[in-house]
């Protein structure tokens, strides 16, 4: 198998020399040399594949599933969002749940996951809610998705409480179901989660943190967290809660006794964008100084859909923070860990979009005001290997190098079109034109390709 006139935008092979021909014999790169087909040539671009670093598996689709058989499925239509406030969200979802089935939570999951392969994700963990509602039916049909996916993608399965641990009527049942599915599905389960600013008071919510490190400790798990999920001033005696996880992860040793493949996630953290900068800087110093496995995952655009509205009528309108964390400049300026997510698609926390990492690299052009070369190629890591990395998938960059003797499989292969076809001015002919052509990471970036010109090699 041969593929010809390629780019590789992530790496130069030989300085000078753009454009390769790649022989694959026994599902390895035997061959790679200079192209010898013509410049003129459309060229393919091969590129480290997608991944959702942070998705929500049983809320996708709630409100755009539009099932084909009315009847056959529950009927989302009544949770419309009204107002679109992060309280309605959470009302309706919790509605929802109460409706969920087999049927349903299969149908609805696969078409994510199959509107992920095609976008070029090959790795994602996903969320799946338990508790007193659920019960187990959201894992036993994640269980089933990832056996039934696993020859296109790689799942980690986070078992997660997004409602109280710690306090309501219902939070001892939430953490007896979580902690019972956690004895019997251990084996099958990559990460724990948690949402500790749901809680009633901030005793409950640390609560909830230290139950959740010591319960990953436990069953050898990656921890996640949903934090901080608010835009409010600090104060001396309520900081970020995200302060008190990087505490609390010290006091029960994670370093010394955490298998050193696992990492700790941080996810939503809105309140940090509030922080000065000098007090931003001495927490990133502090994560730093500490070497713990640390990941911040910035999600724009459920975050800009949840937070920042105006909460009086003596706020603006027109006055809107993008109320997100500022992936690029955490990455540059403050040193730290973070990638990008796309968290919800089609439910009441996001109702748009289509769920595509590479579309939402692209919307942080704009979201960061990230607009250099540089810039394109941290998003796209944002979306590729720093999200791999974030959820332990991967350590280096150059596992996902284009060599010989290295396999291509589940890398992501780009084409670009000769011409756009056009009917001509008389009705019956065709007007043919020159197609652009994406060259280059900053290309794929800015303007990402439609689907039908994206293949995981295999």
């Known amino acids: ?36 087909h013509p410049a003129k040539e459309s060229p393919k671009l091969i590129l480290p594949p997608l991944c959702h670093p942070h998705i929500h598996l049983d809320k996708a689709f709630i409100l755009t599933s539009n099932c084909p058989a009315p009847g056959t499925h529950p009927d989302y239509s009544d949770l419309i969002p009204d107002t679109g406030s992060f309280s309605e ?4 979802t919790s509605s929802a749940k109460q409706r969920y089935t087999e049927g349903d939570l299969y149908l609805r999951g696969s078409q994510l996951l199959a509107s ?26 994640a269980l089933r998705l990832k056996s039934d996916f696993a020859h296109l993608l790689e799942i980690q399965l986070c078992a997660f409480a997004q409602d109280p641990l710690f306090s309501t009527a219902n939070g001892d049942a939430n953490r007896s179901i979580l902690s019972s599915l956690l004895r019997d599905h251990a084996s099958s389960l990559q990460a724990l989660g948690t949402t500790p600013y749901v809680e009633e008071s901030r005793e409950a919510s640390l609560q909830n943190i230290d139950w959740a490190i010591t319960t990953a400790l436990r069953h050898n798990l990656h921890l996640d967290f949903h934090l901080d999920y608010n835009l409010n001033p600090p104060t001396s005696v309520a900081q970020p809660l ?18 050193k493949s696992k990492t700790i996630v941080l996810g939503h953290c809105t309140q940090l964008t509030v922080l000065p900068n000098p007090e931003l800087q001495m927490f990133a110093e502090i994560i730093i100084k500490s070497s713990l496995p640390i990941h911040f995952v910035g999600l724009p655009t459920s975050d800009m859909f949840m937070m920042g509205r105006p909460d009086s009528a003596n706020v603006s309108a027109q006055v809107r923070p993008r109320a997100t964390l500022q992936v690029p400049s955490m990455i540059k300026d403050l040193g730290l860990s973070a990638c990008i997510g796309v968290n919800n698609v089609g439910n009441a926390f996001t109702p748009f979009g289509s769920g595509d990492p590479l579309q939402m690299a692209s919307y942080g052009v704009g979201i960061y005001q990230a607009g250099t070369v540089a810039d394109a190629g941290t998003l796209y890591g944002c979306v590729s290997w720093l999200a791999r990395r974030a959820i332990g998938l991967e350590q280096h960059t150059e596992s996902s190098d284009v060599a010989e003797g290295k396999s291509l499989k589940g890398m992501l292969l780009l084409r670009n079109e000769e011409h756009i ?38």
Do not use: Y
């Open 1 to 36: 198998m041969n593929i010809n006139n390629v780019i590789i935008p992530c790496q130069e092979l030989v300085p000078g020399t753009s454009r390769w021909d790649i022989r694959i014999q026994d599902g390895r790169v035997s061959q790679i040399r200079p192209s010898e």
């Open 116 to 141: 992920s392969f095609k976008q070029g994700v090959t790795s994602l963990r996903t969320f799946i809610e338990l508790d007193h509602v659920t019960g187990e039916l959201p894992l036993i049909v």
């Open 89 to 92: 969200a959470l009302s309706n």
């Open 242 to 259: 995200t302060f008190s996880v990087i505490q609390l992860l010290q006091k029960h040793d994670w370093l010394g006794r955490a298998d």
């Open 421 to 458: 076809e056009l009917p001509g001015a008389d009705g019956d002919s065709k007007w043919t034109l020159p197609a652009r052509q994406r060259t280059t990471l900053k290309d794929v970036v800015w303007d990402p390709p439609e689907l039908r010109l994206r293949s995981i090699l295999s």
